[in-house]
T-cell receptor, first 114, second 115 residues
Framework: RKEVEQDPGPFNVPEGATVAFNCTYSNSASQSFFWYRQDCRKEPKLLMSVYSSGNEDGRFTAQLNRASQYISLLIRDSKLSDSATYLCVVIPKARFGGGFKTIFGAGTRLFVKA | ETGVTQSPTHLIKTRGQQVTLRCSSQSGHNTVSWYQQALGQGPQFIFQYYREEENGRGNFPPRFSGLQFPNYSSELNVNALELDDSALYLC??????????????FGPGTRLLVL
C-alpha cells in the first residue's frame, strides 16, 4: 500500500461546478498536511495547509480526518484557471529525531471546461 | 516568484555519467529539500538538508548525494546515471519549524534526460 494515495482522475467538470478530492495516508502518526497545485511543466505551489479544524480560503476548503486518515480539498464555483494537478502532501513525523521526510501523492488532474 | 532558483534548466547526459544540479534557496531559509518527479507522478523525496547536514532521506540509493553550503545554496549529485534517472529534479527551500509545518517553496526544476 502506498503511503499517500490519491485518485489520479482526471476530473472533467464544467465551470461553476463543485469538485472534491480525497487523499488517504497510511501513517497514523503523520504530523502535517498540505495541498499543492502544479500546472503543466511547472513547479508545485502551495495551495493551502490542512488543519484538524478544517480551513477555508475563498473557494477552497480543506479538511483533515485523522480517524479515517484522509484529507480532502473542496473547490467551489470552479474556474477555467483551476485546471491543474492537485497534490496532497503528508509529513509523517516531526523534524527533529531523524528520519524526516515529505511524501507527495501522485496527484489528481482537474480539467475545468467552459 | 518564490525566489528559489535552479540550474541548469535542462540537461542531457548518457548512462554512467555523473551530474551536479544546483539550487539557490530563498533568502532567510535554512532548509533545502530535493525531489525527483517522473512524468505523471508526484514528486519523490530524495533528501533534505538543514544547516548543512542531511536531516532525512527517501528511498534513493547512495549514488544520490547532496551538499548544503553556508549560504544555504545546495547541490544534488547523481553518480553512475541510469536511464530511469530521467526526470524533473525539484528543490524546495523552507524555514524549518520543529513540527515540519513550514511551507516549502519550489524552484522551477531541472529537466534531466539520460540517454
Amino acid at each position: 500500500r502506498k503511503e499517500v494515495e490519491q485518485d489520479p482522475g482526471p476530473f472533467n467538470v464544467p465551470e461553476g461546478a463543485t469538485v472534491a478530492f480525497n487523499c488517504t495516508y497510511s501513517n497514523s502518526a503523520s504530523q502535517s498536511f498540505f495541498w499543492y497545485r502544479q500546472d503543466c511543466r511547472k513547479e508545485p505551489k502551495l495551495l493551502m495547509s490542512v488543519y484538524s479544524s478544517g480551513n477555508e480560503d475563498g473557494r477552497f476548503t480543506a479538511q483533515l480526518n485523522r480517524a479515517s486518515q484522509y484529507i480532502s480539498l473542496l473547490i467551489r464555483d470552479s474556474k477555467l484557471s483551476d485546471s491543474a494537478t492537485y497534490l496532497c502532501v503528508v509529513i509523517p513525523k516531526a523534524r527533529f529525531g531523524g528520519g524526516f521526510k515529505t511524501i507527495f501523492g501522485a496527484g489528481t488532474r482537474l480539467f475545468v471546461k467552459a | 516568484e518564490t525566489g528559489v532558483t535552479q540550474s541548469p534548466t535542462h540537461l542531457i547526459k548518457t548512462r554512467g555519467q555523473q551530474v551536479t544540479l544546483r539550487c539557490s534557496s530563498q533568502s532567510g531559509h535554512n532548509t533545502v529539500s530535493w525531489y525527483q518527479q517522473a512524468l505523471g507522478q508526484g514528486p519523490q523525496f530524495i533528501f533534505q538538508y538543514y544547516r548543512e547536514e542531511e536531516n532525512g532521506r527517501g528511498n534513493f540509493p547512495p549514488r544520490f548525494s547532496g551538499l548544503q553550503f553556508p549560504n544555504y545554496s545546495s547541490e544534488l549529485n547523481v553518480n553512475a546515471l541510469e536511464l530511469d534517472d530521467s526526470a524533473l529534479y525539484l528543490c524546495a527551500s523552507s524555514l524549518s519549524r520543529e513540527d515540519g509545518s513550514e511551507t516549502q517553496y519550489f524552484g522551477p526544476g531541472t529537466r534531466l534526460l539520460v540517454l
